[in-house]
């Protein structure tokens, strides 16, 4: 059983950058595809960011890309997510997630592939 803790969350201008880390303990890390979601209130939860589990391979949602940084420390079993250029529409609770992964390289994008989820770390973008 994986457990994964999120922190990193806040309030944040406009402009403003945040780092999020996912904490995992239970398991061993580097087998384990990553990724980050993200649900707004009233929204559906959203793939935001993934890792594949030797950190070689990423993939985003489209409105986060050049914005958004997602990266693994496989030694300290951490997942960041750097968020650069925050905007409102950002606001949301963020999730992380993981998977064993077969494959060093793949990325998973969709809810129903993940095993493991944290608490969440509530993340809001004032005008």
């Known amino acids: 059983q994986v457990r994964l803790v999120e922190s990193g969350g806040g309030l944040v201008q406009t402009g403003d950058s945040l780092k999020l880390s996912c904490a995992a303990s239970?398991?061993?890390?580097?087998?384990?595809?990553m990724a980050w979601f993200r649900q707004a209130r009233g929204e559906e939860r959203e793939f935001v960011a993934g890792?594949?589990?030797?950190?070689?391979?990423?993939d985003y949602l489209d409105s986060v890309k050049g914005r958004y940084f997602v990266s693994r420390d496989n030694a300290k079993s951490l997942v960041f997510l750097q968020m650069n250029n925050l905007k409102p529409e950002d606001t949301s609770v963020y999730y992380c997630?993981?998977?064993?992964?077969?494959?060093?390289?793949?990325?998973?994008?969709?809810?129903?592939?993940?095993?493991?989820w944290g608490q969440g770390t509530q993340v809001t973008v004032s005008p």
């Open positions: 239970g398991g061993t890390f580097d087998n384990y595809a």
């Open positions: 890792i594949s589990k030797n950190g070689v391979s990423t």
């Open positions: 997630a993981a998977v064993p992964a077969a494959s060093t390289s793949v990325v998973r994008k969709f809810q129903w592939q993940f095993d493991f």
